[in-house]
């Protein structure tokens, strides 16, 4: 706490205080003592008692408490690694995606996917797993192989290790969740104006604006067309408008109503070979020998494009019952849509060993159109009460989610698909030290025959926090969910595989529909140690589940697939050790952990059977 004290003293006499106190001593005090103060030409000096005025300092980038309803303790008291970056950190970052607020953050990876596929959008790799379908906003899923803007994020929290028990199925290494900016009762106008190299153009504005004592209105918006620093024809071009309405803001009962639209149009990028690269290896030592390519060779076509709509409705109920207890209820529909034509590097090849003009580099010709939907609602509640002596932090809650994901399907080769023929998409290599984005390459045709797949969920889950005394806190978590995945698609029937499909020609589709569901129990458990009110000591253990087609709700029938429908679900655990602690007057948070995590029930081949088994395993 900071303290000032005030203690007003007389001045020292000047004509126009005098005159101005006299006249203010007539209109307030009685006529006697006016009289008497006049007799005696005396001047009494009046000491006013002390006045302390208390404020907690502000610690703008320190965050001590998570969003999420379902985290009932301070970070400093919860069981695992929890990092929150604030809007503050992302504002003189200067951060603009999700990729660019996560690059301080350590345990996490970014990839730009094998062969440049970057049909993953925010693709994450979090203590050494995938977390690219477990990036949540206000705590629920967020679908789709976007680039995610942060232009209306209040904050960035990073839950890591295993954390089924929070968000349910495939959550093998942690989760990211979005806090969005919403409503408050006071007034903002902030615009902020970015001009940078790469021909770095972007504006942002957030305005707030009360309607009453207890409702705003807020409108955040962005627009930016900007180019990629080191790299030839890449842009990131785009704008989205994020409107929200709140009521009863500051009384028992509150309601937000908020949705987010974005539309992007970008030139991907594919990126560059490794050649030459320290830590990297080629076989062909000639090839070696030719040295790095320039960092700003672009090997994709001049045609090549990222169109993106994303679009988000969501409407948020709280209600405080009083004692401690809240309720609350969250709904929302999403749907995001992303066509992109991405051409990637493969194979390097080098005809002239001794010329490097002549040397290659294959490329591929990628298309995707994808469209993924998300219904979901969220009932959840938190209280406080006390059994005995022990104090409990209780949350629980259900939620209920449909999610689904159309995948169009595409061809480059030539064929007859139902009839109608297609010629082959022509393809050219480039040249390895100086490509030409204008080569003649074609754009792969949708052939018609698409995948949709879609997981419905229901799931229950309850959270308790156990206050032994001032040193001692255990904490549990209980998830049970129930899934139902369903992929519908077909296959092409070609001449190598007609014998597969008794009853098709070549040409055509044989449809498949594949099912799969069953039951998740997931769990945490952890334990808390005070040494001081201002640090702990913990230990962790936690599970997760990813059953088959989790990823992108596609099953499959083969059987060294991991998607193949008639898989047991792979667990992965967490152990973890902790400390966490407050320093300098709780202006300072430092935090170290050791953990463990190991993934099983991978598929792999029997050496003797050569068949397809559930007996891999990641630690």
């Known amino acids: 706490m900071s303290y000032i004290k005030s203690r007003k003293h007389a001045p020292a006499p000047q004509p126009r205080l005098i005159a101005s106190a006299l006249a203010a001593l007539a209109a307030s005090v009685s006529l006697p003592m006016a009289a008497h103060a006049q007799a005696t030409g005396a001047q009494k000096e009046v000491e006013l008692p002390a006045v302390n005025v208390r404020a907690q300092g502000e610690v703008p980038y320190k965050a001590d408490t998570s969003a999420s309803p379902k985290i009932t303790q301070p970070l400093i008291d919860t069981p695992k690694t929890i990092q929150i970056i604030k809007k503050e950190i992302l504002q003189e970052q200067g951060a603009t995606t999700l990729v660019e607020a996560l690059r301080n953050t350590p345990g996490i990876t970014m990839q730009l996917g094998e062969n440049g596929n970057t049909s993953a959008g925010d693709a994450f790799q979090m203590r050494g797993f995938s977390t690219q379908n477990s990036t949540f906003v206000d705590g629920i899923r967020d679908l789709g192989p976007v680039v995610r803007d942060v232009f209306n994020v209040d904050q960035v929290e990073v839950v890591k290790g295993p954390a089924g028990a929070d968000i349910g199925r495939g959550a093998a290494s942690g989760y990211i969740n979005l806090i969005s900016k919403l409503p408050y009762v006071g007034n903002l106008s902030e615009a902020n104006l970015t001009l940078g190299s790469a021909d770095k153009k972007r504006a942002t504005v957030d305005l707030n604006r009360s309607m009453s004592e207890t409702s705003a209105l807020r409108l955040n918006a962005m627009i930016q067309n900007s180019g990629v620093d080191g790299r030839n024809f890449v842009k990131n071009e785009g704008f989205a408008v994020a409107p929200s309405i709140g009521f009863g803001l500051g009384t028992p009962t509150r309601v937000h109503l908020y949705s987010q639209h974005l539309r992007q149009d970008n030139v991907p990028d594919g990126g560059i070979p490794t050649i030459g690269m320290h830590g990297f290896y080629n076989a062909n030592a000639a090839i070696m020998a030719g040295g790095k390519v320039n960092r700003e060779n672009f090997y994709g076509s001049a045609h090549d494009y990222e169109k993106i709509s994303a679009d988000m409705v969501t409407a948020k109920f709280e209600h405080d019952l009083g004692g401690g207890t809240t309720v609350r209820n969250i709904t929302r529909y999403g749907k995001s849509n992303m066509d992109r034509l991405l051409t990637s590097i493969i194979n390097i090849a080098a005809p002239v060993p001794g010329d490097p003009s002549t040397w290659t580099v294959s490329r591929s010709l990628q298309?995707?159109?994808?469209?993924?939907?998300?219904?979901?609602?969220?009932?959840?509640?938190?209280?406080?009460?006390?059994?005995?002596?022990?104090?409990?932090?209780?949350?629980?809650?259900?939620?209920?989610?449909?999610?689904?994901?159309?995948?169009?399907?595409?061809?480059?080769?030539?064929?007859?698909?139902?009839?109608?023929?297609?010629?082959?998409?022509?393809?050219?290599?480039?040249?390895?030290?100086?490509?030409?984005?204008?080569?003649?390459?074609?754009?792969?045709?949708?052939?018609?025959?698409?995948?949709?797949?879609?997981?419905?969920?229901?799931?229950?889950?309850?959270?308790?926090?156990?206050?032994?005394?001032?040193?001692?806190?255990?904490?549990?978590?209980?998830?049970?969910?129930?899934?139902?995945?369903?992929?519908?698609?077909?296959?092409?029937?070609?001449?190598?595989?007609?014998?597969?499909?008794?009853?098709?020609?070549?040409?055509?589709?044989?449809?498949?529909?594949?099912?799969?569901?069953?039951?998740?129990?997931?769990?945490?458990?952890?334990?808390?140690?005070?040494?001081?009110?201002?640090?702990?000591?913990?230990?962790?253990?936690?599970?997760?589940?990813?059953?088959?087609?989790?990823?992108?709700?596609?099953?499959?029938?083969?059987?060294?697939?991991?998607?193949?429908?008639?898989?047991?679900?792979?667990?992965?655990?967490?152990?973890?050790?902790?400390?966490?602690?407050?320093?300098?007057?709780?202006?300072?948070?430092?935090?170290?952990?050791?953990?463990?995590?190991?993934?099983?029930?991978?598929?792999?081949?029997?050496?003797?059977t050569l068949t397809a088994v559930q007996s891999g395993k990641t630690k």
């Not at 209920?400 to 480059?412: D, R, V």
């Not at 679900?569 to 152990?575: I, S």
């Open 367 to 608: 298309r995707v159109d994808q469209t993924n939907d998300i219904l979901a609602n969220q009932t959840s509640f938190s209280t406080s009460f006390q059994t005995g002596g022990v104090k409990h932090d209780f949350a629980g809650g259900l939620e209920l989610m449909y999610e689904s994901q159309l995948s169009l399907g595409t061809g480059t080769a030539a064929q007859t698909i139902r009839g109608v023929t297609y010629a082959a998409v022509p393809n050219v290599a480039a040249n390895l030290y100086s490509p030409n984005a204008y080569d003649n390459l074609g754009v792969p045709y949708l052939t018609g025959v698409n995948t949709k797949g879609s997981t419905t969920t229901a799931a229950a889950y309850l959270f308790d926090t156990l206050t032994l005394n001032e040193a001692w806190k255990l904490n549990g978590g209980l998830r049970v969910e129930h899934y139902r995945t369903t992929t519908d698609s077909g296959t092409i029937v070609t001449a190598a595989n007609v014998a597969t499909f008794p009853g098709y020609a070549v040409g055509g589709v044989a449809p498949s529909s594949l099912k799969d569901s069953d039951n998740l129990l997931s769990w945490n458990v952890g334990a808390v140690y005070k040494p001081a009110p201002n640090g702990s000591i913990y230990a962790g253990y936690a599970n997760s589940l990813t059953p088959p087609g989790s990823a992108n709700f596609t099953l499959s029938g083969a059987a060294g697939n991991q998607a193949n429908a008639t898989l047991e679900p792979q667990e992965t655990t967490g152990l973890e050790f902790g400390t966490k602690w407050e320093l300098l007057q709780k202006r300072l948070n430092i935090a170290g952990a050791l953990f463990q995590t190991e993934n099983d029930k991978q598929v792999t081949t029997d050496p003797v």
